[in-house]
């Protein structure tokens, strides 16, 4: 970032001061796949020093911390999270973990008075992010969740041209695609890993406990004690973007069905169509194929008069860009563009539905008392 950028954070703007002598002093829990490339975005921006890395495999954690000492940074590594959390010198932490951690880890950072860069779903239950919500209002303190497409100029001008035209939104469809369930593409886990996993800290906020197993550590997002199958993990990120352009949020109720995977022990849903109704009488459709050969998401917001497409290949460089604000609002003590209160109903509406699959029954949500109700 330029010293005198003109930066948005949250609904209103600010122009950045010119930055403290010392640096954000971040922590990242979690050094998979997404945790690194949030890790090197982070990496490239001069007012951060990576702190501390946490994290249960250990090739993860030592090249994490090898690339961060590597650029200069003086990087600590922890195997256990709290330890991190009780590390004063850190400001701000950034989770990138499985779904089934980050309800905790963030309530318990706020508590530790650090700011939060949490990823995208939100939470794996409902109850979780009413929880999230409830401590960060009384906390006070900076939460991005990690739905880009909040930072996304494409995404703020068609929210700005949505906003432009008289006539209501009046119906929504949108799919999601991904082809990691396919065939020669899924990786099931190995027996065992070749260097040490600390597989019991990994599992230990999960509702159920396992025996040491690879597989559920590798693809833990087809486990329901870990994650929401693809019907969340493609689902949250394309209804945030869409809630965003279109105004919604919340939603009255919802109804899915879907298909089950073909592979032992998943038992989240591999394809499904979910139906959602706004208040207002806007209602939406959304498709999710977990094994389809055209991956890919888009969505088409229809009013009285006009369509508006959506695609989020047209996002750019919006996770840089993201990050970014985050740090701004770090520093300034504004609020973020996405909030939990702002993203939740994205990721609600896909716990929703998941529920709705296997229950059968449409699944409502109670606004005035921020539950849901599934019979």
């Known amino acids: 970032m330029n010293r005198r950028t003109f930066l948005i954070c949250g609904s209103g703007a600010l122009w950045a001061q010119d930055p403290p002598s010392r640096q954000i002093v971040v922590g990242l829990i979690g050094a998979g796949a997404r945790g690194m490339q949030l890790l090197k975005i982070l990496l490239s921006e001069s007012s951060v020093r990576i702190g501390a890395v946490c994290e249960t495999y250990e090739p993860r954690m030592f090249g994490a911390v090898g690339l961060a000492r590597s650029q200069g940074h003086r990087t600590r590594y922890y195997r256990i999270y709290r330890d991190l959390l009780s590390d004063r010198s850190l400001d701000a932490v950034v989770i990138a973990t499985p779904d089934f951690w980050h309800c905790r880890m963030t309530i318990e950072a706020l508590e530790q008075q650090k700011a939060v860069y949490v990823e995208q779903p939100l939470c794996r239950t409902w109850q979780e992010g009413v929880a999230m919500m409830a401590t960060q209002r009384r906390s006070q303190r900076v939460v991005q969740v990690g739905s880009q497409r909040r930072s996304s100029a494409f995404y703020a001008e068609l929210a700005a041209r949505r906003n432009r035209q008289p006539a209501p939104v009046q119906r929504i469809e949108a799919r999601a695609a991904s082809s990691y369930l396919l065939p020669g593409i899924l990786k099931r886990g190995p027996t065992k890993l070749p260097e040490p996993l600390n597989f019991e800290d990994w599992q230990a906020a999960a509702e159920t406990r396992v025996e040491y197993s690879p597989d559920r550590f590798l693809n833990w997002r087809f486990y329901s004690s870990y994650g929401g199958g693809s019907i ?70 229809r009013g009285h008069r006009e369509r508006i497409e959506v695609n989020a290949t047209a996002a750019g460089d919006a996770t840089r860009m993201h990050l970014a604000e985050f740090l701004t609002c770090v520093r300034s003590g504004a609020a973020p563009s996405a909030p939990p209160d702002v993203v939740f109903p994205a990721t609600l509406i896909c716990q929703m539905a998941n529920l709705s699959i296997a229950t059968g029954h449409k699944v409502r949500w109670i606004s005035a008392e921020s539950r849901v109700e599934d019979h």
């Open 232 to 301: 969340a993990d493609l689902g949250a990120p394309l209804l945030d973007g869409v809630h965003m352009v279109a105004g919604v949020s919340f939603p009255v109720t919802v109804m899915a069905h879907g298909e089950n995977s073909k592979y032992a022990g998943f038992d989240t849903a591999e394809r499904a169509k979910v139906e959602v109704e706004y208040p207002g009488g806007i209602v939406a459709s959304m498709s999710i194929d977990g094994a389809s050969p055209r991956p890919g998401d888009a969505a088409s917001i």
